[in-house]
């Protein structure tokens, strides 16, 4: 009945995650520490005005704020206030395909079936967006922040600062995920 448990349920046993502890985070998200941990989404800035959405779970919503912003302001980016910067994601659902697994019909027939709105291509994957309402009945999907624009960075050095400032932010313990709308050609993503 929980999407979001299933989800994460489905994950861990992807990643091969230990069924004990699998038992032990539901017990803990259920039991009498759940009414302590709370999701915030935080909205800033990176460095050359890169838009971004900082998915975070925390049991201490004043630390998780003050970390967040401090981490952002020492790279280069800034806090900003609630929707400043989430009018510029789409909330939505995603699922990505392994072209060796799947034949390009099935994906595309797939796509029909849960009316995705995108579909972005690589040499080995193929990953559909599609609307947030049809998440639940997907299995396997996860629920993303799709950018409506992008920010085309096209300097190595800015790059490295965008790129440096999202992976300190990633790194901090509350942090789940970080959506950004950033466009960095592959050659400068290392």
Do not use: W
């Not at 992807?14 to 302590?36: D, W």
């Not at 609630?82 to 939505?92: A, D, H």
Request: hydrophobic share 35%; with cysteine.
């Amino acid at each position: 009945m929980n999407v979001k448990l299933r989800l994460a349920i489905e994950k861990a046993k992807a990643a091969n995650m230990p069924k004990e502890n699998i038992k032990r985070a539901v017990e803990k998200g259920s039991g009498p520490e759940r009414a302590r941990l709370r999701e915030i989404i935080y909205e800033g800035f990176g460095p050359e005005g890169v838009a971004l959405l900082i998915q975070t779970t925390t049991d201490n919503s004043n630390r998780t704020h003050s970390e967040v912003k401090n981490t952002l302001e020492k790279y280069g980016g800034k806090m900003a206030g609630q929707g400043s910067v989430g009018y510029l994601f789409q909330k939505c659902g995603t699922i990505t395909f392994d072209r060796k697994e799947k034949k390009e019909d099935e994906i595309f027939s797939f796509a029909d079936k849960v009316s995705a709105f995108d579909i972005e291509e690589d040499g080995t994957s193929i990953t559909l967006y599609f609307p947030f309402e049809s998440l639940g009945k997907v299995s396997g999907a996860e629920p993303d922040y799709k950018p409506r624009s992008y920010i085309k960075i096209g300097d190595r050095e800015k790059a490295k600062r965008v790129l440096a400032t999202l992976e300190k932010v990633e790194e901090l313990d509350d942090v789940q995920r970080v959506f950004a709308n950033f466009d960095i050609p592959e050659e400068y993503m290392t």
